[in-house]
């Protein structure tokens, strides 16, 4: 572990081993599919790692849960500012585990996404028309609360959840060279970059309306950024994580961008194709290729 203006930020593969058994048990070993038909004339064999068959939907379980395990919430349970996505994860552990959960979400959010976390017992805040609004919102309540504050994607113990996801598919699919992900705050590609950098290739893709990772790698620091776009409820971080941030300088990491018509046509594919339902987020690391 590093020291980054007085707090952890590097995550590495023995954390995420840990991770990995920690939550054994509580999230699941997802599949991965070879994908057959050709995708934009590629031609190199193309893996898929299912994760839209995840609990709860997406990778986001394993790092709430990896958090949640690894600490001793108060009475007054866990709270999160999420897009939906890592709210959903929050909820669903928070609910396994018996432990009262409060969301932040922008007003923005999908109202699927908003309906879920009420249904599975979070008291729900909506604020602002940006996660970074219902961040400092939750920042907020949870300095008044004193709950603990899992945070979507830029604390050591979410990222090596997260990490868990490329060490499965590592295991899984040995021979894979190249691991491409799409990125918002971070938390998964650092987590992949922990778990895998310097023995696998790491490739970022962002929106490129979307791009907090791509703008900090230019600028050399991470910096606040404008959100948009058709994947921007779940990629549209202002601000790239730190943790992301210093691991992607340490790996030289790749960064593309992508535009809402790849991003689309790639989701199209995926249901014409596999028969496979994803949000546009989902889809964006396809578009890439």
């Not at 979400?105 to 999908?110: A, G, I, L, N, Y």
């Amino acid at each position: 572990m590093a020291e980054n203006g007085g707090r952890e930020s590097l995550v590495d593969a023995a954390q995420v081993e840990r991770a990995s058994e920690r939550i054994r048990g509580h999230v699941r070993v997802t599949p991965v599919l070879e994908v057959l038909e050709v995708w934009n004339d590629a031609t190199r064999p193309v893996l898929l790692k299912l994760e839209l068959l995840q609990v709860t939907g997406t990778f986001k379980a394993r790092g709430a849960y990896n958090r949640l395990l690894g600490a001793r919430p108060p009475d007054s349970g866990v709270i999160a500012a999420s897009g939906g996505n890592h709210g959903i994860a929050v909820a669903y552990a928070g609910r396994r585990l018996g432990l009262p959960v409060e969301i932040f979400v922008p007003r923005t959010s999908s109202p699927v996404k908003v309906a879920r976390l009420r249904a599975l017992g979070a008291t729900v805040h909506q604020i602002g028309d940006a996660y970074a609004d219902a961040l400092a919102a939750m920042r907020e309540r949870q300095a008044a609360s004193g709950a603990l504050e899992v945070h979507a994607y830029d604390h050591p113990e979410v990222v090596a959840g997260q990490g868990t996801m490329t060490r499965e598919l590592i295991a899984q699919a040995p021979q894979v060279d190249t691991v491409v992900i799409a990125v918002g705050g971070g938390g998964l590609i650092a987590g992949a970059l922990a778990c895998a950098g310097g023995r696998k290739r790491i490739v970022a893709v962002e929106p490129v309306t979307s791009c907090a990772l791509n703008a900090a790698l230019r600028a050399g620091a991470p910096l606040d950024v404008s959100v948009s776009g058709v994947a921007a409820d779940s990629l549209g971080a202002r601000r790239i994580g730190d943790i992301c941030f210093e691991l992607a300088k340490r790996h030289d990491l790749e960064s593309v961008l992508v535009d809402d018509q790849q991003i689309l046509a790639a989701q199209r594919w995926l249901w014409s194709n596999c028969r496979l339902v994803a949000e546009p987020g989902g889809a964006t690391a396809l578009a890439a290729l």
